[in-house]
């Protein structure tokens, strides 16, 4: 790939303050905290208040970035979104970020990749200030999964939690931070993972049609840890890279279970592997922001660190990124 421009200045997260708890599930499902930890790797997720929309989470992850770098975010010239859930299908939620931080002049894009969004957007966002079109990019990833999942069904109620992670990327003069790209698409496969719209069928297939996220778990798992071991190795290849020279994998957490597998068959063993989804729950394209997150305050991630990035998801569709952490530590 051309070399990169664009550097990251600066992060944040934010979660809802209400936490679903699995013994809270017990109450609501034939379920039990047990066989939730066993199956998913979960204890814990947010969720978003009843007039709390995914801009607002949004919002609130720009002013946690804006309060731990003291970032300027006015100048930013353009704003991608990715999301899943968006409050209205326009006007787009990146303008709901527009309206409630008052950017006086930016553009504004909502991307819907599900659980790859976050990595479409960063790979965007590189494109974009590389190529000298825009100097100063706000990435975001967020979601409000609770909106959309029916907890009546015990297979997916369980899963899913809510929250948000804001990236700011940047022009440098000096070599960028993004060392490789990847992306793909196996769209056969988009009834397995959907929430319907205008449409009541897919592939000839009928759809359920009630608003709520429908998902074949065991499908997605099967795709999941066939493809990710297999295109991970692609991309460090990509890179020009060995998998001892990635310091820190961050798949999309979608299911604990699920990374263990996929780290058992390669290239990057679990040990260095970054999730979220024990407290956090699945929150799509938010996930891998928050996991971000946890391994920064943890002090794990490090200032010079290569990461891997893997977003996986509805489409059926996946996004990777090699990069160089050059975000500043924090004391």
């Known amino acids: ?29 034939d379920t039990s905290d047990e066989w939730i930890v066993q199956r998913t790797g979960m204890r814990e997720r947010r969720i978003a208040d009843e007039n709390q929309f995914v801009s607002d989470l949004a919002t609130k992850a720009v002013e946690d970035m804006i309060g ?5 975010v006015n100048d930013v010239d353009m704003i991608l979104f990715a999301t899943s859930t968006p409050e209205y299908a326009f006007p787009s939620s990146a303008s709901r970020v527009q309206a409630n931080l008052g950017i006086p002049h930016t553009g504004v894009l909502d991307l819907n990749a599900a659980c790859a969004g976050f990595t479409y957007g960063m790979q965007m966002a590189d ?12 990435v ?8 959309i999942t029916d907890y009546t069904d015990r297979t997916t109620c369980v899963l899913f ?36 719209g205008l449409s009541s069928e897919m592939n000839g297939l ?40 990635i310091d820190w994998f961050v798949p999309h957490s979608a299911n604990m279970r699920m990374i263990e597998a996929v780290c ?52 059926l569709t996946y996004s990777g990124l090699v990069l160089k952490w050059s975000v500043p530590d924090r004391d």
Do not use: C
């Open 127 to 138: 494109s974009l200030v590389t190529s000298g079109m825009y100097r100063k990019v706000l």
């Open 68 to 72: 731990r770098y003291q970032v300027n």
């Open 140 to 147: 975001i990833g967020a979601e409000t999964l609770s909106k």
């Open 1 to 29: 790939m051309n070399q990169s421009k664009a550097i990251i200045t600066a992060f944040g997260t934010y979660v809802p303050e209400r936490i679903l708890s699995n013994a809270d599930l017990e109450k609501m499902v």
């Open 206 to 245: 009928p759809l359920k049609v009630e608003g709520s996220l429908v998902q074949n778990g065991r499908e997605i798992y099967k795709w999941a840890v066939r493809m990710i071991p297999e295109q991970l190795s692609h991309l460090i290849t990509k890179a020009e890279l060995e998998p001892e020279q």
């Open 264 to 315: 058992e068959r390669g290239p990057i063993p679990l040990e260095r592997t970054l999730t979220s989804m024990e407290y956090r729950g699945n929150t799509s394209a938010a996930s891998i922001p928050l996991a971000l997150q946890l391994a920064v305050d943890e002090g794990k991630l490090k200032h010079g660190q290569r990461v891997a990035l893997f977003g996986f998801g509805g489409g």
């Open 161 to 196: 939690g809510d929250g948000a992670g804001a990236f700011l990327v940047e022009r440098s003069a000096e070599e960028g931070d993004f060392i490789a790209a990847i992306s793909g698409t196996h769209g056969e496969g988009g009834v397995h993972l959907y929430k319907s």
